[in-house]
């Protein structure tokens, strides 16, 4: 498929459980229509609420062209999602050590081990065309909403934080120049490496760890009193970009990748050297200086999204390359 990265997902998923199958087949009628389960008991990080949980968010982002605009605030979808929300939510809490030294925090995000380990050290020393295409597929989900999420949080800052964070945004979003839209510059870097561009295309392909990242945006962004907890996984994302962006700019040079999916990454070491200072000092620091009590939430936040980054990790390299095994639900066809 060649579709355009600006247009909805014109199908639903492929349902991976009954809560999904459910959420999936209420959307395909009209709303006000559905009688939805109750009672959710299924792994928090699994396949099945995972995407459930996706699709319920996504009507807050594009949609999909073929389901009713109306769902967004069906008052029984938005039931079924507070019960998925709550073990998810839960699981993470449960998950870190939590804490308030966000000074600890922040520091530990600077540090680079001497020898580094992980996906973007992989990819540089030994990775292969075949798994680069991979982490791009996977990596789709989360970079065509890039910055997304983190906009409802502006509504819900003031003064120094609020300026701050749009000074960000207007960055990741281009700068007021379209085609300078990071979403946009990684349709380009898909296209460049014989993939289809088109909004969420590899949804249906990519497991839960990556879902679960995006799902922890769209959780923390929609309820105000995680807001805290936003600008903790933004400033974390933000920190740790350029140390990664610059191996993976070396990787593709490596191996001869086409210049649009460089230019991605160029793009992101350069402007994220500056939103490091900029999260830091002027959205972090100014926040918990005029919020002090959301400390904890800001900490909970960096540490969730060490969390699902680590999770994802395990999964690719771990548990999928270093087995000789692909670490997408069904093999991509070839380039």
Not at 84 to 97: D, Q, S, T
Not at 178 to 199: I, N, P, Q, S, T
Not at 321 to 329: A, I, K, M, P, Y
Request: charged share 25%.
């Amino acid at each position: 498929m060649t579709g355009l990265s600006d247009t909805a997902l014109s199908y639903l998923p492929e349902p991976r459980g009954d809560l999904s199958d459910a959420v999936v087949a209420a959307l395909r009628g009209e709303p006000g229509t559905a009688a939805l389960p109750g009672g959710v008991a299924a792994d928090p990080f699994g396949e099945d609420l995972q995407l459930a949980l996706h699709t319920c968010y996504e009507l807050h982002y594009r949609g999909f062209e073929a389901v009713h605009p109306g769902w967004e605030w069906d008052p029984e979808l938005l039931r079924l999602r507070a019960e998925l929300e709550r073990p998810f939510l839960a699981a993470l809490r449960e998950a870190v050590p939590g804490g308030d030294d966000i000074d600890a925090e922040l520091d530990q995000l600077l540090v680079e081990p001497l020898e580094p380990t992980g996906l973007s050290q992989y990819l540089l020393t030994d990775g292969e065309w075949w798994q680069l295409r991979e982490y791009f597929a996977h990596r789709s989900i989360f970079h065509h909403k890039e910055a997304d999420p983190q906009a409802w949080v502006i509504p819900r800052l003031h003064g120094q934080a609020k300026a701050a964070v749009v000074a960000v945004e207007f960055d990741e979003f281009g700068g007021g120049r379209g085609e300078r839209v990071h979403a946009r510059l990684f349709g380009d870097l898909l296209a460049g490496a014989g993939l289809d561009r088109g909004y969420l295309r590899y949804l249906d392909v990519v497991p839960a760890p990556m879902l679960a990242e995006v799902n922890m945006m769209s959780l923390f962004g929609l309820h105000r009193a995680l807001r805290g907890a936003l600008v903790g996984q933004f400033a974390q994302v933000e920190i740790t970009s350029p140390p990664g962006s610059r191996r993976m700019v070396q990787a593709l040079e490596r191996l001869g990748a086409d210049p649009a999916c460089v230019r991605f990454y160029s793009e992101h070491v350069e402007a994220d050297a500056v939103h490091e200072q900029v999260l830091r000092r002027d959205v972090v620091g100014a926040l918990l200086a005029a919020e002090p009590e959301l400390t904890e939430s800001v900490v909970f936040g960096i540490q969730a999204a060490n969390l699902l980054g680590d999770r994802f990790g395990e999964h690719v390299l771990e548990r999928s390359w270093r087995q000789g095994r692909s670490s997408l639900r069904r093999e991509l066809p070839a380039a």
